[in-house]
């Protein structure tokens, strides 16, 4: 099933007939570019895909379809064109979604995280208002569809729509990551950017350009983004770490002072 989405500025459906859950493993390369080449390179990413002109966008497109085997990118009478990203969902916190109640293979009624439909969507298929959290699949990869107009804030807020994920968006983003000298490198995309875009001018090659969605790391809590439910059960994870980390320092202590009331009793004629 190929679910679509409307966007405000953008097109962004979340392919079904691609795998949901996959490993993806970078290539170890051992050919590297002369340092003016890579540093040329930077400065063409930094500055961002330029304007191109039919002919231009054309034969670009053509360029890349030539190098896939499949999924390639499709240019429209309006001038837009699109394609298919893949996005690798590396969350290392777990996320809360709606739970729905349907009927099980022998008849009974089960619950179980609403994440992806499995043929039960209308009939058949009851909807509890009931939040759950779990961790989703580590690593597990999802192509979307989308449009050249199509934003990173829509291409985060189409994939927590996917996986009805309830957490407020800000509290992801998207990174793009490319593997140099045999390190992994990220850098967050800013919500304006437009990803099918960037693929294009970079081209398929995932050591050159992968999408990944990840926790929004800014340096500082955004507690405005979390419920309040969420805010009290942080304090009761704080209270138990306090007491946690008090047990080990009561117990360490003991310990010495053991150690010198055996020492203290040994002096003693």
């Not at 090659?205 to 926790?215: A, H, I, N, T």
Request: proline share 5%; aromatic share 8%.
């Amino acid at each position: 099933m190929t679910g679509s989405n409307s966007m405000s500025s953008g097109y962004c459906s979340l392919d079904e007939e691609g795998e949901d859950v996959a490993f993806f493993t970078a290539k170890s390369s051992f050919f590297r570019q002369p340092p003016k080449l890579v540093k040329q390179k930077e400065v063409e990413e930094e500055r961002g895909p330029k304007a191109l002109s039919e002919e231009e966008l054309r034969a670009k497109i053509e360029d890349y379809n030539s190098t896939v085997s499949e999924n390639g990118m499709k240019l429209g009478a309006d001038g837009l064109y699109t394609g298919f990203i893949k996005v690798h969902l590396r969350l290392s916190r777990p996320v809360t979604v709606l739970a729905v109640e349907g009927t099980g293979l022998d008849g009974q009624a089960e619950r179980r995280p609403m994440t992806v439909s499995e043929g039960q969507e209308g009939a058949g298929a009851g909807f509890s208002e009931k939040r759950t959290s779990f961790y989703l699949p580590s690593d597990c990869v999802k192509q979307i569809h989308i449009s050249s107009t199509t934003t990173v804030r829509e291409v985060i807020q189409g994939l927590l729509k996917k996986f009805m994920v309830q957490d407020n968006p800000r509290k992801f983003a998207l990174y793009r990551q490319t593997h140099r000298d045999g390190q992994d490198l990220f850098q967050k995309l800013p919500l304006v950017e437009c990803p099918l875009a960037l693929r294009l001018v970079v081209g398929p090659d995932p050591e050159l350009l992968s999408f990944v969605l990840k926790e929004n790391e800014t340096g500082e809590v955004e507690w405005h983004a979390f419920s309040v439910p969420e805010l009290q059960n942080f304090l009761v994870i704080l209270e138990k770490e306090e007491a946690e980390r008090v047990r080990l320092v009561e117990q360490r202590f003991a310990v010495y002072r053991q150690s010198l009331q055996k020492a203290l009793r040994e002096d003693q004629p």
